[in-house]
């Protein structure tokens, strides 16, 4: 998305292309009968085009895009009168496949986690992910054990800095 932003039509076009294979397998799953996919497909790709100004390269693009998704998906529901018949409690099982919320959290975090350096990303992973403690994690990078915890402290604090304003503007958009 950051190449098409910038002019290069190349990996532009493939952004599209890898984008309708991905939105034909979502919109499957979740549209009902009598609601053709590839119009859906369509009208999304045309959405994401006609507002790709509007994308915040900070943000995940998927987060992005399948929010555009589902729009298109309930305006479909919307002109076709067609209802969702599912109880209450699964109604979040109808827009997110299973195990996608769990996979755009994993690409996302790479992404955060790929502007650290890569001694403390590796650390981080380690201390906080792998669940290793900080002994065990000093001796598997030959540091001391409170090199480990420095490096991991100010790791998560520059993450912080960088991030923490988005909780904070979201936290602020409730009111």
Do not use: C, N
Request: charged share 25%.
């Amino acid at each position: 998305m950051l190449a098409g932003l910038a002019g290069q039509a190349g990996p532009y076009r493939q952004l599209l292309t890898e984008l309708s294979g991905r939105l034909r397998a979502y919109y499957r799953r979740r549209a009902p009968a009598g609601v053709d996919v590839e119009d859906l497909v369509q009208e999304t790709l045309i959405a994401v085009h006609t507002r790709r100004a509007t994308y915040d390269a900070s943000q995940p693009f998927t987060a992005w895009a399948y929010a555009i998704a589902r729009y298109k998906l309930i305006d479909a529901l919307r002109r076709g009168r067609a209802h969702l018949r599912a109880p209450l409690e699964a109604a979040d099982a109808l827009f997110v496949a299973p195990g996608a919320e769990a996979a755009m959290a994993g690409r996302d975090l790479e992404r955060v986690l790929g502007k650290l350096p890569k001694r403390t990303r590796a650390l981080i992973r380690d201390v906080k992910l792998a669940g290793l403690s900080t002994r065990e994690a000093a001796q598997k990078h030959g540091m001391s054990e409170s090199a480990v915890k420095v490096a991991v402290h100010r790791g998560l604090k520059a993450l912080s800095a960088e991030y923490g304003s988005l909780k904070a503007q979201e936290v602020g958009d409730e009111d």
